[in-house]
């Protein structure tokens, strides 16, 4: 069988566009002399399309699209994903299905069996789960089709078993030669890993060869990787597509094995994927330009190198805004990067704005106390400054927090926080500076002493961050225990953690959800990110003893 894989950047709701690039797909794939092109999950209507599904409107349009696909297809068959109605009397209105075509007609509808409710997954909230599966004739092989999460059945790998199906085992037991899967499965690191050792397992398990295509690209919070990959029967990787860039390949089933490109150090593979969110995220958003406030730390300089890397340098400004406490050297440093990065830079001092604010706290609180009330005055004066550039200009603002900071609070609500995007939201401060070093592989952009430095808001005298917080690499390792593992005190301090310390940090995240709800959105880079992915409430009284 050849198989021509098609891994696709689709945009949600853009069912024209979408439909153009199957479109596309298909008849370089047929012109190519596959016996089937294979296309993503829901690749019409672009993943996850969320509550676009309640309107009326929206699901027709998608049938539509989904029947005129079908309708030009010839003797190459086509997998591709969209929406179908549910044909049953109960349940939800909706099935996210695989839909397989061929001379014009539609010869398979299948259904996803197993829908993620989990994490930042939703689909039970939609859709209405698949009871069958069936396998279909393409070139004389007997083909089953899945969809994403029927190939997540396995507990050996999880770790636990959530589902009560295992629909590979269905189909295997219906005689498939071959299992096609389209996906939808969104990035986390370590997860393309994690996806190869699974269906290495799955295709010894069934002897069975596997042909599985991602999508890539961005949507809201949502990256993917594509990293799509074919698999035989004895478990050994005979194709593999580049991460985090479409691409168009036909496959035979029975090629020669090849090492899978799965070996990308972490702080590349999150640079990559944080590259591409961005640019997704400014295009499929309708912008074509951001803004960066450089403060000459190392937060900003790197979410303005991530900017030029995604958006180019022409698209990208930055402004420095001192204060009366900022050092000249941070002046300094925000200018280098701004002409190693080769973008516009301007610099606005905010001592003269902040003077009228100084006047009238002390009017209206009777003192001159200078405290954390005058920190935040001038952050949101920065943040001001920054979203009166965006109504100016129409470019997006990028609120340069980390993780770290965004899970203690160590942030400005309407000052830091500002912004249309948290470009490194769900990236810790340990790993910031890894990604400066990684950008700095092929020639100096950001400067040494924005990486070296003591980090510092330099909102008053000699001030640093561990004025008020422990050794980010402390902070980090406490943060991801408890964030990402859901480790509690105990268990933290069991691993080497000071116990006072980590009842602090744990009080800091919890006593901050109501500033994180307010946050920009993120991009998903790490298992457990904050926004749709951490859903914990904000008015509760739940306290640890």
Request: with cysteine; charged share 25%.
């Amino acid at each position: 069988m050849k198989v021509y894989i098609a891994q696709l950047n689709p945009t949600v709701g853009a069912l024209k566009a979408n439909a153009e690039m199957i479109r596309s797909a298909y008849n370089e794939g047929a012109a190519a002399g596959a016996d089937v092109v294979l296309v993503t999950e829901l690749a019409v209507t672009g993943y996850p399309p969320r509550d676009l599904l309640d309107r009326e409107t929206f699901v027709a349009a998608a049938l539509e699209t989904r029947d005129a696909l079908a309708a030009m297809t010839g003797d190459t068959a086509l997998v591709f994903g969209c929406i179908t109605r549910n044909a049953s009397w109960c349940g939800k209105p909706l099935h996210n299905s695989a839909i397989v075509a061929r001379n014009g007609k539609v010869i398979l509808e299948q259904h996803k069996s197993l829908l993620p409710t989990y994490d930042v997954f939703d689909e039970m909230r939609y859709f209405e789960p698949g009871r069958k599966v069936g396998v279909v004739e393409i070139a004389g092989v007997r083909a089953g089709i899945a969809i994403c999460e029927d190939f997540w059945f396995d507990d050996e790998v999880l770790g636990t078993k959530i589902y009560c199906r295992n629909p590979i085992d269905e189909v295997a037991r219906q005689g498939a030669e071959v299992i096609l899967n389209i996906s939808a499965s969104p990035f986390n690191s370590g997860k393309r890993r994690a996806r190869y050792d699974l269906f290495s397992r799955i295709a010894t398990r069934y002897d069975v060869p596997l042909v599985y295509v991602n999508q890539v690209g961005g949507n809201d919070e949502l990256l993917f990787d594509g990293s799509s990959i074919v698999i035989d029967a004895k478990g050994r990787t005979i194709f593999c597509a580049p991460a985090f860039e479409e691409h168009r390949a036909l496959v035979q089933l029975e090629g020669a094995p090849c090492e899978a490109i799965v070996s990308m150090e972490q702080d590349a593979e999150i640079g990559h994927a944080l590259i591409l969110g961005l640019r997704d995220y400014i295009r499929k958003c309708g912008f074509n330009d951001v803004v960066v406030g450089l403060s000459g730390g190392i937060d900003s300089a790197v979410t303005a190198a991530i900017a030029v890397e995604a958006l180019g340098a022409a698209h990208v400004t930055g402004i420095a805004m001192p204060s009366q406490f900022s050092s000249q050297g941070s002046v300094d440093d925000a200018r280098v990067l701004a002409e190693n990065l080769g973008i516009a830079f301007h610099t606005v001092p905010i001592e003269p704005i902040y003077k009228p604010y100084d006047a009238a706290f002390q009017k209206l609180f009777g003192d001159d106390t200078f405290d954390i009330t005058n920190e935040n005055a001038q952050a949101r004066i920065r943040g001001n400054l920054l979203m009166a550039w965006s109504n100016r200009t129409g470019a997006m603002v990028l609120s340069t927090g980390n993780k770290s900071e965004l899970a203690v609070g160590y942030c400005t609500l309407y000052g830091d926080m500002a912004g249309g995007l948290a470009l490194l939201g769900d990236v810790y401060k340990t790993m910031v500076y890894r990604l400066a070093r990684w950008l700095n592989r092929e020639r100096p952009l950001i400067p040494e002493s924005s990486i070296t430095k003591p980090p510092s808001a330099e909102l008053r005298p000699d001030q640093t961050d561990q004025d008020s917080l422990p050794p980010y690499d402390v902070l980090d390792g406490i943060l991801k225990l408890y964030i990402e593992e859901w480790q509690e005190v105990d268990a933290i301090v069991a691993d080497g953690f000071d116990r006072k310390t980590v009842e602090r940090i744990l009080k800091l995240v919890d006593g901050n959800e109501f500033k994180r709800s307010q946050a920009a959105p993120t991009l998903r880079v790490s298992t457990k990110a904050f926004g749709s992915g951490r859903q914990m409430p904000i008015a509760q009284r739940w306290r640890r003893e």
